[in-house]
């Protein structure tokens, strides 16, 4: 059996859609009819809506055909894809007027959400793609879909969903990852079985304290991992990813970069798990107990 050393797309996908980074919702900026002629363009579903707009007429700028919006995304108990929004906000209202249009059964989007990883030295590492149709929940359901929202992130925003703020369902047409590996299109299934990275929510904090506290162990790991020769030329190290799985180190070596993979002996559920497992990589003079956040 074939040992996973880091994260599977799926599991990207399902860390990404949990919403610790804030996503972008497209919406179709449709075209009103004109009144004295009828004339406008009709669509009849999130593909077309979402088609790849035509050239620009000669001297004409070309007319974006989607609306982009800052948009708070979650996840139920069971991996199915929620918005969290606030009643009035632009958004919202343009829900609101997309939803009255009878031309669509739930109005056609597109979310996307892009990794951000700690430090200043690291690259995305995946993004996440999904389409579908945003439908409303009903008024007497919001209360009971927050808490299961707030069962997997609990959100403070999610108590003032009923009064000030409201969540709405994205039902998913396909659901697409790119990382580094390339673009995986995801069955249903294999989407809500993985499981969102543990730590991603406290990534940059536990970078932090393996800056503080394990810098010398992390350097000398570093220098018995690369061959003899890159280890006489490296200048920096950086850690700029922390999963469940291991960490990536970025080591400057010359006059170029390389990205080392520090595995753990075996996936990590939490801090205490993180603990262990660094004192196991590192042989650092730590207990393996307690959070990553206290003093080694």
Known sequence: MRLTTAPTPAEWARTLAVGTVPGTLHLPRVPRPCAHHGEG??????????AQAAPARRGRAATPRTEAFAVQHLTD????????????????????????????????????????????????R??????????????????????????????GALLDVGTTRSVWRLEVADVRVTTATGVHLLEDEEFTAAAPDPLYDDEDGIVAHLETHHRDALVGWVLDA?????????REVAVVG???????????????????????????RDGRDVARALCGLFGCPCRGTGSTHASA
């Open 226 to 234: 690369l061959p003899a020769g890159q280890a006489h030329e490296a």
């Open 126 to 155: 995946a993004r996440l793609c999904v389409t579908g149709w945003v439908e409303s929940i009903l008024p007497a359901d919001q209360r009971r879909v927050a808490q299961t929202a707030a069962a997997v992130r609990p959100l």
């Open 77 to 124: 108990a069971w991996g199915g894809l929620l918005l969290l929004l606030e009643d009035g906000s632009p958004v919202h209202r343009r829900l609101l007027e997309l939803g009255d249009d009878a031309r669509w059964n739930g109005v056609p989007v597109v979310l996307d959400v892009l990794d951000v990883p700690p430090g200043q030295a690291a690259l995305p």
């Open 242 to 268: 922390a999963d469940r799985y291991g960490l990536d180190v970025l080591v400057t070596v010359g006059g170029g970069t390389t990205t080392l993979r520090a595995a753990f002996a075996a996936p990590v």
């Open 41 to 50: 363009t009709v669509h009849d579903g999130a593909g077309e809506v979402f």
